[in-house]
């Protein structure tokens, strides 16, 4: 081991010592497991349940046992279970002198104010719509959030004959509770006391969350809503957030059973296809978030992560999605059951979106460490340091090539003028060893939580599986997980002492999205594809494991796989591609410097700047543009108001003439 360096200017209320770790070379070798789908899955779950001789071999095989070649490099490292760093309270300024001074209402006003006045973008409008112009409609009189409301429902609804295909990404939606509050939104418009930014603005939550009048399945057959509650509510901290700011919370989105797996699979409620490709999954665990802002259904909605499982669907889906740091969201009332790893957090179709309700959702539960967020700024002071960008290249190249071009396309644009980013090459022990770590760790917590009892077998084969490949885990080796966690934390701790404000970048995702293989056999059940699993969260389990925040942005298209859904004759460019997304990870705490990083990617995603041939028309982000895809959720309400004010001025008409029947009636 070096040695420690005390930093003077503390930034934490417990820091991780800066400590550079062991040099080694990057080294993978891990053995591969095969995929399995349809009845083969039940089999190799009954067979993994009930023979521990052969739950030994997968655990074995997949790799878990590698820790302990690496025990003399991490042997003196005291282990940490759960990666949560509080920042210290910052000096007070005129931001916060003003968020002190006012209400509540009056700071979601003040949020949405330091957001878009100080940076009203450059570039053409999105081509989704946002929270912003949900707001300029209501406040317009243009629209209602009514209106917004009664075209939604129709949508996501799977109570009503003839279903969409938009309520495979919606487990429940409660209609008098989503009109009920429309209408006191409709109601606060129309009397001009508005509650700010997010008023009537359509949203949506993973089924993770407890909210009251809903059950929570956590996208299995079994019941586990919460049973602690708060005063006479169980409904989660972050969604009552959203309430109070007047948000419409349409319905709980789908997920993957438990958040298990990356591909957002459930054969139990019925899997939710990607927007961009019906071939491909959306990637999960949080599907149902993911999917509903791809296809336009809403702005922003709540996800969580554990693994990548918010900016995994973000990517996959092409928007964007923010991994908070570990603790910085409540899970209040009810309980983190993977308080070593997961957390709260939103996906959205643009940054000040994502930054809207990341401000909202952040306010500290009463029990938290962590401080109140001053008002975001999405443009940063100005400052005449090096702006670092960490390009752990040797990492980076496990992606497929065409990832890789189009990553280094977009740090090449970062790197000139006006953006002036510095990439530096860093190198980061025990990648292999640490995604192990972060795989064992999550695996055990969840067998922990779920005994082999009555209950699990209720849930999915993959995830049967899954379960007992966790109850094999030895303590000392959930001890070597939980020691190269410090080791990689503090190396990291290093790397931001040497590179102040560094932004790590790495593609989201190693493989170019998640395609369905055998469509019968993984709709009806299931998937479980190891392999697949850590490719896909190759770069995503960093921030999980060390507590960061990360942020996973849109960076452009793949085309699909050969025998997928390939181009038509008359298609335009981009139809049937698969969305690949960049991730930004950030030094503990320091969302703001990522959102505003993510301002200054957006803005390139805009104007087309030098991505593989943007000049030329290639785009980094666009809607999906299969028929029926994405929904214009806007014009459907606009058509919808219409519609009602023609039917209302009919029916006014026919009772004038009948009046006037009464009072000069045929001779």
């Known amino acids: 081991m070096g040695s420690i360096s005390h930093d003077r200017n503390m930034k934490f209320l417990n820091p991780i010592e800066p400590l550079k770790g062991p040099d080694v070379p990057y080294e993978r070798h891990l053995r591969s497991n095969p995929g399995l789908r349809g009845p083969w899955l039940w089999g190799a779950a009954l067979l993994m349940e009930n023979s521990r001789l052969v739950r030994e071999f997968v655990w074995q095989n997949t790799g878990f046992n590698s820790l302990r070649k690496i025990i003399r490099h991490i042997e003196d490292y005291e282990p940490l279970f759960e990666p949560q760093?509080?920042?210290?309270?910052?000096?007070?300024t005129d931001r916060d002198t003003h968020a002190k001074e006012d209400s509540t209402h009056q700071q979601q006003h003040r949020v949405q104010e330091t957001i878009t006045k100080q940076d009203s973008p450059s570039y053409p409008q999105a081509k989704y719509y946002s929270v912003d112009d949900y707001r300029e409609l209501y406040l317009s009189g243009e629209l209602t959030p009514l209106d917004v409301a009664e075209t939604l429902l129709p949508l996501i609804r799977r109570d009503i004959p003839n279903p969409t295909p938009h309520s495979l990404a919606f487990f429940d939606s409660k209609i008098e509770k989503v009109l009920a509050a429309a209408k006191e939104s409709t109601q606060r418009y129309?009397?001009?006391?508005?509650?700010?930014?997010?008023?009537?603005?359509?949203?949506?939550?993973?089924?993770?969350?407890?909210?009251?009048?809903?059950?929570?399945?956590?996208?299995?057959?079994?019941?586990?809503?919460?049973?602690?509650?708060?005063?006479?509510?169980?409904?989660?901290?972050?969604?009552?957030?959203?309430?109070?700011?007047?948000?419409?919370?349409?319905?709980?989105?789908?997920?993957?059973?438990?958040?298990?797996?990356?591909?957002?699979?459930?054969?139990?409620?019925?899997?939710?296809?990607?927007?961009?490709?019906?071939n491909y999954y959306t990637g999960g665990s949080s599907s149902g978030t993911g999917y509903a802002v791809s296809a336009g259904l809403i702005p922003?909605?709540?996800?969580?992560?554990?693994?990548?499982?918010?900016?995994?669907?973000?990517?996959?889906?092409?928007?964007?999605?923010?991994?908070?740091?570990?603790?910085?969201?409540?899970?209040?009332?009810?309980?983190?059951?993977?308080?070593?790893?997961?957390?709260?957090?939103?996906?959205?179709?643009?940054?000040?979106?994502?930054?809207?309700?990341?401000?909202?959702?952040?306010?500290?539960?009463?029990?938290?460490?962590?401080?109140?967020?001053?008002?975001l700024r999405l443009t940063p002071a100005s400052s005449t340091g090096p702006k670092y960008l960490g390009i752990p290249k040797e990492w980076i190249s496990r992606s497929t090539p065409r990832i890789q071009a189009l990553f280094n396309s977009l740090v090449a644009t970062l790197s000139q003028a006006p953006h002036n980013y510095a990439p530096v090459e860093i190198q980061i022990p025990f990648l292999p060893e640490g995604q192990l770590a972060h795989a064992l760790t999550v695996l055990t917590d969840a067998a922990t939580l779920l005994p082999p009892d009555r209950s699990i077998k209720n849930l999915t084969a993959a995830n049967r599986i899954l379960l007992a490949i966790g109850?094999?885990?030895?303590?000392?080796?959930?001890?070597?997980?939980?020691?190269?966690?410090?080791?990689?934390?503090?190396?990291?701790?290093?790397?931001?002492?040497?590179?102040?404000?560094?932004?790590?970048?790495?593609p989201t995702t190693a493989c170019e999205g998640l395609p369905i293989?055998?469509?019968?056999?993984?709709?009806?059940?299931?998937?479980?594809?190891?392999?697949?699993?850590?490719?896909?969260?190759?770069?995503?389990?960093?921030?999980?494991?060390?507590g960061l925040p990360?942020?996973?942005?849109?960076?452009?298209?793949?085309?699909?796989?050969?025998?997928?859904?390939?181009q038509k004759k008359g298609q335009t460019e981009?139809?049937?591609?698969?969305?690949?997304?960049v991730m930004a990870t950030g030094e503990w705490c320091s969302e703001e410097g990522l959102l505003q990083f993510g301002k200054v990617v957006e803005g390139i995603i805009h104007a087309g700047e030098g991505i593989l041939g943007g000049r030329n028309g290639q785009r980094m982000m666009h809607r999906?543009?299969?028929?029926?895809?994405?929904?214009?959720?806007i014009e459907e309400a606009r058509k919808r108001r219409h519609t009602h004010h023609l039917d209302g001025e009919e029916a006014w008409a026919d009772v004038n003439q009948a009046k006037r029947s009464d009072r000069h009636p045929a001779s």
Request: glycine share 12%.
């Open 85 to 92: 760093i509080v920042p210290l309270p910052q000096p007070e």
């Open 517 to 546: 293989e055998k469509e019968s056999q993984e709709m009806k059940w299931g998937v479980n594809d190891g392999d697949r699993t850590m490719k896909s969260m190759e770069y995503a389990w960093l921030a999980n494991f060390c």
């Open 471 to 506: 109850r094999v885990t030895p303590a000392t080796d959930y001890m070597l997980a939980q020691k190269l966690r410090r080791c990689i934390m503090q190396h990291l701790a290093w790397l931001w002492r040497t590179y102040p404000g560094m932004i790590i970048l790495t």
């Open 300 to 375: 922003v909605g709540l996800g969580s992560d554990g693994g990548g499982s918010i900016r995994i669907p973000a990517s996959l889906c092409g928007v964007f999605g923010l991994k908070p740091t570990h603790g910085r969201l409540s899970f209040k009332p009810g309980q983190n059951h993977c308080i070593t790893c997961a957390c709260l957090g939103p996906i959205a179709a643009d940054i000040k979106s994502l930054a809207t309700v990341f401000q909202i959702i952040s306010q500290p539960h009463p029990s938290s460490s962590f401080p109140a967020l001053s008002p």
């Open 190 to 278: 129309k009397e001009k006391r508005s509650l700010g930014p997010l008023d009537g603005v359509p949203t949506a939550v993973k089924d993770e969350y407890d909210i009251d009048g809903y059950s929570t399945s956590l996208g299995s057959k079994n019941d586990y809503t919460g049973t602690i509650h708060e005063g006479d509510v169980n409904t989660a901290w972050c969604v009552r957030k959203l309430e109070a700011a007047g948000a419409i919370i349409i319905g709980k989105t789908s997920m993957h059973e438990f958040g298990l797996d990356t591909t957002g699979n459930n054969p139990v409620y019925g899997t939710p296809r990607n927007p961009h490709n019906k």
């Open 574 to 581: 981009g139809e049937g591609e698969i969305p690949v997304g």
């Open 624 to 633: 999906p543009e299969d028929e029926g895809a994405w929904v214009d959720v």
């Open 550 to 566: 990360g942020l996973s942005l849109p960076m452009g298209f793949v085309p699909p796989r050969s025998g997928g859904n390939k």
